[in-house]
């Protein structure tokens, strides 16, 4: 499947292993109960659902609804697993408005986000390029 295909076939969180796979990773799927994962964080009150959709090496792929803000939402929880010291990469998906944010829970806590229906070419090759990193 394209990874422009795969883009623009996530309507859901249930979606994204199948996104992880268009990215060379191994698709996934564990719920996470997201009062007990996000704790005392304020980042549980904006966060509906959320599940492991990958992982690689240790590394967990988190994918959360989070609504209208996937960006925010996506940095956020990724710095607050990053002030933990659990590097991932959390996927924000915002259904509604079909965008998903992806933002590393590592340094700076960089996030890029993407229109589902219409990625622009530097999205598109930014994504190329994290795929191209799991084959080395």
Known sequence: MSLEHAL???AALH???RLAGALGREPFWDEVPVEGWLGGSSWRSVVHRAAIFASER???WYGVEAGADPTRVAR???GWLNDRGRPAVVAALDPPGRRLALAVA???VPV???DLDA???VELACLAR???AADG
């Open 8 to 10: 623009r076939s996530v």
């Open 15 to 17: 979606d994204l292993p």
């Open 58 to 60: 240790g590394l967990a």
């Open 76 to 78: 956020g929880v990724a």
């Open 106 to 108: 590592f340094g700076a």
């Open 112 to 114: 890029l986000e993407v």
């Open 119 to 121: 990625p622009r070419r």
């Open 130 to 132: 994290a795929a191209g």
